[in-house]
């Protein structure tokens, strides 16, 4: 069966340091998304992507970058963590039928930034 | 812009009351609306979407185009339907935020025995 995982599942960092989370899908989609899910603050659009070699910014991009160097993978970046960065970041991806959009999510990874 | 907004952050009823996840949106075209879920501990998954008209797990949705909005009823709540509700606005096709949905910042359901 076709599905998106995230790895790791839960990862604790220090400031400073760089980290990477994986996101996977076998959906064969083209759209793929990044969220962070905050107390108060729901599901924020973090970056997306179009297709392989397109990456876009959305509302909460400062210190996170992407690429999509295949249909498959869409890694999320933090060139530098920081504790405001302490959050569940959530991947998906949507086949943008018509422009109708079922998202499909992973299940999560919990990051903490000491 | 796009906006999704969902007034309650916390909605509690006891078992077998009636509830309405209130959603309201604003959106110049013509848009899909979505409810998504998450259950303890599961992600997020798809509940139902404006256009499919259907009822899921007891849960129907009205896309109220005069009042821009599209809220989540059941007529009795169940003890196994507390969790957290997101409202979804995905735009019309084609344009600049083609595929890009706008989720709103989430209810959380707590139904009571």
Known sequence: DAEITQSPRHKITETGRQVTLACHQTWNHNNMFWYRQDLGHGLRLIHYSYGVQDTNKGEVSDGYSVSRSNTEDLPLTLESAASSQTSVYFCASSESKGGRDIQYFGAGTRLSVL | AQRVTQPEKLLSVFKGAPVELKCNYSYSG??????????SRQRLQLLLRHISRESIKGFTADLNKGETSFHLKKPFAQEEDSAMYYCALSPSQGGTNAGKSTFGDGTTLTVKP
């Open chain 2, 30 to 39: 013509s848009p899909e609306l979505f409810w998504y879920v998450q259950y």
